[in-house]
């Protein structure tokens, strides 16, 4: 029987945590060799990147990706959580004009400092801060730099409750941009019904629902390197690739810093390389000569 191997581009519904996804498209695959390319809060819903097979081993690539949200900022309501999952901890009186949301909106665009969340996955002394949080501790967190490519802002239909569209780098916080929001705002605010729309070039509308994965919902592994230079080898460099042989830049042409996703001549995705030194590309991850 032929292994899988690819990608999945998966619609995430709420209520589900990314493990509990992973956990369904193992069933329904039959295949343990699957991971995702980054978390998705469980109330949140929209892209999911997953890798089947021996493509797990590209995810690192796939995971500092540039990532698309959108959703809605309540002013003049904070949670414990930063967004609508958690206890109301505060109100605020806030009377805000679109123009000054969107103001205040420039100024957390571009490279800003962020406190990771209490209830996020990152851990302190070994431990998630959502477990901490669970048990009533709050312990203190360096802040993070992140980059808000953009944060646009527009009425949503309901007063005090602004639509947001947010592109930004990985490890951004979506919830926390709003919360940031409701502050400078002079009040406060949380996040809900959060969608991430796309993870690099990988976007919801290509998405399947749990109940659509199956093996014809895979895509070739190569869209999760598609974002890396490209290298195209000639037929006795490509055998070296397929054994991971260490190749020589200039013989290959390989122009930048890498890495680099090295195909054959025929397009088939042989491995990701990386430069070793001046000379010499290393290979970071060798796949099979059939890998699509």
Request: proline share 5%; with cysteine.
């Amino acid at each position: 029987m032929t292994p899988l191997v690819g990608c999945l581009v998966v619609d995430k519904p709420a209520g589900m945590t990314s493990h509990d996804v992973v956990a369904v498209a193992r069933r329904r695959l039959g295949e343990r060799r699957i991971g995702h390319a980054g978390t998705l809060d469980p109330d949140a819903t929209g892209v999911l990147v997953l890798g089947v097979g021996p493509a797990t081993r590209l995810l690192r690539y796939a995971t500092g990706l540039t990532k698309v949200y959108v959703g809605e900022i309540v002013l003049g309501v904070t949670t414990s959580t930063l967004d609508a999952a958690g206890e109301v901890t505060g109100r605020f009186a806030m009377d805000v004009g679109l123009d000054d949301a969107r103001a205040a909106a420039t100024r957390l665009t571009g490279r800003i400092e962020q406190v990771p969340p209490m209830v996020s996955a990152v851990q302190v002394g070994g431990r998630r801060l959502h477990e901490l949080a669970r048990e009533g501790i709050e312990v203190p967190r360096a802040p993070r730099l992140v980059e808000v490519l953009r944060f646009d802002l527009d009425q949503a239909g309901e007063p005090g409750v602004l639509r947001a569209l947010v592109e930004c780098s990985s490890g951004t916080y979506v919830r926390s941009l709003a919360a940031d929001l409701g502050t400078a705002l002079g009040g406060g605010a949380h996040l809900r019904n959060l969608r991430r729309l796309a993870v690099g070039t990988l976007v919801v509308e290509e998405g399947v629902p749990l109940d659509g994965i199956d093996a014809t919902s895979l895509r070739p592994a190569a869209h999760l390197v598609a974002h890396l230079s490209p290298l195209t080898l000639g037929e006795e460099e490509a055998v070296g690739a397929r054994h991971g042989r260490v190749l020589d830049r200039r013989a290959v042409g390989a122009v930048g810093d890498g890495p680099w996703r090295v195909a054959d001549g025929d397009g088939t995705l042989l491995a990701v390389y990386e430069a070793r030194d001046l000379d010499r590309l290393k290979p970071a991850v060798v796949l099979a000569a059939s890998l699509p």
